[in-house]
């Protein structure tokens, strides 16, 4: 089936650092989206994103967090500067559309974010 | 608000019999979607299936089926002839209706199917 690709798998960083998160989603999606999972726990709804603008976001989605696709390249989530708390499994969705006969999400397979 | 609850935390079954979930549901709108997602040891999320709030009958994707009770915001899933690989975690999840809105996990109910 259509597979959502994120890069990296894994990655560790020092508090205050700043990373990029990357997802590639499905080709002919319009509708991004992330979500955080931390270890054991539900999937929490960060942000989604659409014709190049965040839609909704929660309050996890903080200040240091931002979301952007320049010119239909990677998805990408940033956080700058990171903090102990986000440490988490990070995933990224994407989806035909939102309409009405569309609603399934396809997820990435995550990105494991260690901050230390 | 949406809301999804799940109160079960774990179950644990014997392969090729029945097991029941629970979720129930809060939101204002009069039209949303209503999914069931399955989370392998892996960390894969898979689609299992999907009830729109506007249809009356359960729906039915091979060994998964759904209990929809929308006067009580329920829809429980229904996983028929368990196998060893239906141990997963499993998350009701609800997405309202209009355009790109998010989908909104429940805590998930952790299946353990065993021989």
């Known amino acids: 089936g259509p597979k959502v690709l994120q890069i990296p798998s894994h990655q560790i960083i020092d508090m205050g650092q700043m990373v990029t998160l990357n997802c590639d989603p499905v080709?002919?999606?319009?509708?991004f989206y992330w979500y955080k999972q931390i270890l054991g726990q539900q999937m929490e709804f960060l942000v989604n994103f659409y014709n190049g603008k965040v839609m909704e976001k929660s309050k996890l989605f903080k200040d240091q967090f931002s979301v952007e696709r320049p010119d239909g390249s990677y998805f990408t989530l940033k956080i700058q500067p990171t903090a102990l708390e986000d440490s988490a499994v990070y995933f990224c969705?994407?989806?035909?559309?939102?309409?009405?006969?569309?609603?399934?999400?396809?997820f990435g397979e995550g990105s494991k974010l260690t901050v230390l | 608000a949406q809301k999804v609850t799940q109160t079960q935390t774990s179950i644990s079954v014997v392969e090729k019999t029945t097991v029941t979930m629970d979720c129930v549901y809060e939101t204002r709108d009069s039209s949303y979607f209503l999914f069931w997602y399955k989370q392998t040891a892996s960390g894969e999320i898979v689609f299992l299936i999907r009830q729109d709030s506007y249809k009356k009958e359960n729906a039915t994707v091979g060994h998964y089926s759904l209990n929809f009770q929308k006067p009580k915001s329920s829809i429980g899933l229904i996983i028929t002839a368990t196998q060893i690989e239906d141990s997963a975690v499993y998350f009701c999840a609800m997405r309202e209706e209009e355009g790109g809105r998010a989908l909104i996990f429940g805590t998930g109910t952790t299946v353990s199917v065993s021989p």
């Open positions: 080709s002919n999606h319009l509708y």
């Open positions: 969705a994407s989806s035909l559309d939102g309409g009405a006969n569309t609603g399934q999400l396809y």
